[in-house]
């Protein structure tokens, strides 16, 4: 009886084990390349940046700024289209953060 049982478990724990593959293969989410819309979350960038402000030629774009200190860093050809900024965050007094594609959160 007992091994009935074991052999029981083993095959409900293999099919649910190939369920769990079957839907990571088909949908992305779990073991393959996952897709943006279920794996990337936009982090704060005001805990990335400490000391070095050398953001030229950086790629921010779908950057959360919110709360960031900018204001000593170098954005020339800074990539900023879709990158999220609040009222805290400080940009460059000669820097139109509009201009270059950033949105504001208010």
């Known amino acids: 009886m ?4 074991k052999s029981k478990v083993q095959q409900a724990v293999s099919f649910l084990l190939i369920l769990v593959i079957a839907f990571s293969a088909f949908s ?3 073991f393959l390349n996952p897709s943006q819309s279920y794996a990337f979350e936009p982090k704060p960038f005001c805990r990335a940046i400490k000391g070095d402000k050398n ?4 790629d921010l774009s779908v950057v959360n700024l919110s709360g960031a ?4 860093a170098t954005l020339f050809d800074s990539r900023l289209d879709g990158a999220v ?3 805290y965050t400080q940009f460059p007094r000669s820097f139109n953060a509009e201009r270059a ?3 504001f959160d208010y």
């Open 85 to 87: 900024a609040n009222s």
């Open 2 to 5: 007992a091994n009935y049982m």
């Open 101 to 103: 594609g950033v949105i």
């Open 55 to 58: 953001l030229v030629n950086a």
């Open 69 to 72: 200190k900018l204001v000593g």
């Open 28 to 30: 992305g989410v779990l």
